[in-house]
């Protein structure tokens, strides 16, 4: 079975060569490997075209034309082309162990012959949480930032993300739902996680698979969910959290108008009540939150949340 891997890149070239070269060291080899170059200023698209000259029959390289201005533009861009039995998203800064592909692909065969292959299907992992020379900061994500990995029905998804990308696989049935650039989504991830739970299946390895390098350039990273410093950020920074639930919310719409005549009429309200969210009385956002179960992960969060809902 042919995997193609997405790998946008953007002033990488610190870390893009040892990602690379772990893709290459792969145990599982039947891959293509595609980048997408976002107008790097760096020396970034000449060491991505150097490894497309050397392994021609693996790498392709391509650039766009102007910057996007974030990778999960580029990513979505890949996302929306792309089509194969299988597709991977790929970082440029971190390292795959070695059996990533092969592990990832066991459990998908195994959902496939379990939900057939008609049925879009996501898989992911954990990840290593490392500092940019590679050290150990915690051994799994998942425990590090409080994420639940079975709480992923479209409910738990419209609230807040839990596939990790970089750690995803996902089949053609649900590559083939990714037709449109939405107006707005706050990650790709997050954006492909909603399609799987809304039309599919989530499933998660509890195993880890990547070493999630945490640098100063890092778009997004790992947080401490139990660290003081952590649990007091959210409590207080009532704006953050309030800016986090509204993009949520805006999300939400989107996906509501995008995928409005494949979605069920229970779906369809739910999504529905989650993006209005902002035009509901306190009583109401709390009752709506209750019933529909659209809580973020980890007691500080549901405690920030709440706070927010009951000043907004």
Same mark, same amino acid.
């Given at each position: 079975?042919?995997?193609?891997?997405?790998?946008?890149?953007?002033?990488?070239?610190?870390?893009?060569?040892?990602?690379?070269?772990?893709?290459?060291?792969?145990? #599982?080899? +039947?891959?293509?490997?595609?980048? *997408?170059?976002?107008?790097?200023?760096?020396?970034?698209? !000449?060491?991505?075209?150097?490894?497309?000259?050397? #392994?021609?029959?693996?790498?392709?390289?391509?650039?766009?034309?102007?910057?996007?201005?974030?990778?999960?533009?580029?990513?979505?861009?890949?996302?929306?082309?792309?089509?194969?039995? @299988?597709?991977?998203?790929?970082?440029?800064?971190?390292?795959?162990?070695?059996?990533?592909?092969?592990?990832?692909?066991?459990?998908?065969?195994?959902?496939?012959?379990?939900?057939?292959?008609?049925?879009?299907?996501?898989?992911?992992?954990?990840?290593?949480?490392?500092?940019?020379?590679?050290?150990?900061?915690?051994?799994?994500?998942?425990?590090?930032?409080?994420?639940? #990995?079975?709480?992923?029905?479209?409910?738990?998804?419209?609230?807040?993300?839990?596939?990790?990308?970089?750690?995803?696989? @996902?089949?053609?049935?649900?590559?083939?739902?990714?037709?449109?650039?939405?107006? @707005?989504?706050?990650?790709?991830?997050?954006?492909?996680?909603?399609?799987?739970?809304?039309?599919?299946?989530?499933?998660?390895? *509890?195993?880890?698979?990547?070493?999630?390098?945490?640098?100063?350039?890092?778009?997004?990273?790992?947080? !401490?969910?139990?660290?003081?410093?952590?649990? #007091?950020?959210?409590?207080?920074?009532?704006?953050?959290?309030?800016?986090?639930?509204? *993009?949520?919310?805006?999300?939400?719409? *989107?996906?509501?108008?995008?995928?409005?005549?494949?979605?069920?009429?229970?779906?369809?309200?739910?999504?529905?009540?989650?993006? +209005?969210?902002?035009?509901?009385?306190?009583?109401? +956002?709390?009752?709506?939150?209750?019933?529909?179960?659209?809580?973020?992960?980890?007691?500080?969060?549901?405690?920030?949340?709440?706070?927010?809902?009951?000043?907004?």
């Amino acid at each position: 079975m042919m995997i193609s891997i997405l790998m946008p890149t953007f002033n990488g070239e610190k870390y893009i060569s040892e990602q690379i070269d772990s893709i290459l060291s792969q145990s #599982y080899k +039947k891959f293509k490997l595609i980048i *997408n170059d976002d107008r790097s200023t760096d020396n970034t698209f !000449r060491i991505i075209s150097e490894y497309a000259k050397r #392994y021609p029959d693996i790498i392709k390289v391509t650039q766009n034309e102007k910057n996007t201005g974030n990778a999960k533009y580029n990513f979505l861009k890949m996302m929306v082309i792309y089509k194969d039995d @299988y597709i991977m998203l790929c970082d440029q800064d971190d390292i795959w162990l070695p059996t990533k592909i092969e592990k990832t692909m066991q459990k998908m065969q195994e959902m496939q012959e379990f939900y057939e292959t008609s049925t879009p299907i996501l898989v992911h992992t954990d990840l290593i949480v490392v500092d940019e020379n590679l050290k150990t900061i915690k051994q799994s994500y998942r425990k590090m930032s409080k994420n639940n #990995y079975k709480n992923n029905s479209l409910n738990n998804l419209l609230a807040m993300n839990i596939p990790t990308g970089c750690t995803s696989m @996902y089949n053609r049935a649900l590559a083939d739902l990714i037709i449109n650039e939405p107006d @707005y989504f706050v990650m790709h991830d997050w954006w492909l996680g909603l399609t799987a739970a809304a039309f599919g299946k989530i499933v998660s390895i *509890n195993e880890q698979t990547v070493l999630y390098r945490q640098h100063s350039d890092n778009s997004s990273g790992a947080k !401490r969910a139990l660290s003081p410093k952590y649990i #007091y950020f959210v409590l207080t920074n009532n704006k953050v959290m309030a800016e986090k639930l509204n *993009n949520s919310y805006r999300q939400a719409s *989107n996906f509501l108008t995008e995928y409005e005549n494949k979605l069920s009429n229970e779906q369809k309200e739910l999504i529905l009540v989650h993006s +209005k969210m902002q035009e509901y009385s306190t009583c109401k +956002k709390i009752r709506v939150m209750i019933k529909n179960k659209t809580y973020l992960h980890g007691i500080t969060r549901k405690i920030a949340q709440t706070i927010v809902l009951i000043k907004s």
